[in-house]
């Protein structure tokens, strides 16, 4: 059965955090494909998963991020798309049982359409090849992610619309302009929502960006402007080089998670992580919201206690 994404969320769900960052902490290099440890070492990937779901996520994403042909084929491995997309979201499936959802995620190409760079039609193509295969491999819905440009998100939801039939949330990151309220290609939170709604997206939202203290801000615009579902995955802070070369992310898990109120209370109907988050993020958050919101499961919240 199809998941009903609006009903699903009439009570606050807790998301999972960041996969890059935790792979590269059980020795992921630098600069190399995420999804090709879905067959090389996916017992790496099958940690993270787990990790999140007994940290207390009711919702855990994929390792399949860079899963479409033209990331892949910067690894040799564009061939390989429907493959390593299908195989990312049966390791997440397998560690979610049946209590726990999988959304799989599908990023950007890494083109820019208004450049001329690729053919539109080309987009839509790749995305409904993942799409397709992300569905085989068991998703309960997708989540098309990190997103800076409106016209390659708008191509990539018909792909997945294409693909399969699954519910799709569109999530941008925001972190420019004056109030970091914009992406870098400067399209802001209500382009988003009409772009969603035209489409007609299962859900719209934020991720990535600079740190939760902006997605609230972010998370109210959105939440005026839509009764869409709102989905709310802020990085722990703005990155910065640590020890090594390793990036580092400066909001550990209390003060990230003491953010997750106020995104509650902004409009945000799932609520997580992105880059330098961890299981320990996701636990804070979980506790805290089992603390303040008006419900003793799990910090889950009825939609009349939304705004």
């Not at 290099?29 to 070492?41: D, I, K, M, T």
């Not at 999140?52 to 910067?74: D, P, W």
């Not at 493959?83 to 979201?89: D, M, S």
Request: hydrophobic fraction near 40%; include cysteine.
């Amino acid at each position: 059965m199809t998941l009903n994404l609006r009903e699903f969320t009439r009570e606050v769900r807790i998301l999972d955090g960041a996969w890059g960052t935790e792979l590269q902490r059980r020795g992921l290099p630098a600069g190399a494909s995420p999804e090709l440890w879905n067959r090389e070492n996916p017992g790496a990937v099958d940690a993270v998963a787990r990790s999140y779901v007994e940290a207390g996520s009711e919702i855990i994403l994929t390792n399949t991020f860079g899963a479409n042909r033209y990331v892949l084929a910067k690894y040799n491995a564009a061939e390989r798309t429907k493959e390593l997309a299908e195989a990312g979201v049966a390791i997440s499936r397998s560690a979610a049982g049946t209590a726990v959802k999988v959304f799989a995620s599908a990023g950007p190409t890494g083109n820019i359409v208004m450049m001329g760079d690729v053919d539109p039609d080309a987009i839509v193509e790749a995305y409904a090849e993942t799409a397709a295969a992300l569905a085989r491999g068991g998703a309960d819905a997708i989540v098309l992610e990190t997103f800076n440009d409106l016209e390659e998100l708008s191509l990539a939801f018909r792909g997945v619309k294409d693909g399969c039939d699954l519910p799709i949330v569109v999530s941008m990151s925001f972190a420019a302009g004056p109030d970091g309220t914009a992406t870098i290609m400067g399209n802001r939170p209500e382009d988003l929502v009409r772009m969603a709604e035209d489409c007609g997206a299962d859900a719209v939202g934020a991720n990535c960006g600079i740190g939760p203290d902006t997605y609230v801000r972010v998370a109210r615009r959105l939440g005026s402007a839509t009764s869409l579902p709102i989905w709310i995955k802020p990085n722990a802070g703005s990155p910065q080089m640590g020890p090594n070369g390793m990036t580092q992310f400066p909001i550990g898990p209390q003060e990230f998670a003491s953010y997750a109120p106020q995104l509650v209370e902004s409009g945000a109907r799932c609520v997580g992580g992105c880059c330098g988050t961890t299981p320990d993020h996701v636990r804070a958050i979980v506790a805290i919201l089992r603390n303040t919101l008006p419900s003793s499961s799990g910090g889950h919240v009825d939609e009349e206690h939304r705004r």
